[in-house]
């Protein structure tokens, strides 16, 4: 097995309460591995996850958003950015 596919072990600070939840999971490694995985899936593509846009991002995204206006979504509510000029896509099918 070479260095590359090795894995490695990763800890973290948890408060009283996360430990004390984490003890009824028969398998705490594959359980956090799966959360972690989840979380992953929904970072966002500007921040990474940081929860701020740098100056450069900020500048990138206000030019962007003057021609995306933001909309809430008639099925779900969720707000989401509106290409001008083009019809918006069925995201819920049917």
């Known amino acids: 097995m070479s260095d590359k596919s090795r ?18 999971v028969s398998n705490r490694s594959e359980f956090i591995r799966n959360a972690v995985l989840a979380a992953l899936e929904h970072v966002c593509p ?13 500048r990138h995204w206000r030019a962007f958003a003057e021609q995306h206006p933001l909309a ?3 099925d779900c ?9 083009q019809e918006e896509p069925n995201v819920h099918g049917g």
């Open 72 to 74: 809430e979504c008639d």
């Open 77 to 85: 509510a969720a707000l989401h950015p509106v290409c001008t000029g």
């Open 7 to 24: 894995a490695e072990v990763v800890t973290f600070k948890a408060d009283p309460s996360l430990v004390e939840a984490l003890k009824g």
């Open 46 to 58: 500007l921040c990474k996850g940081a929860g701020i846009l740098t100056p450069n991002q900020q």
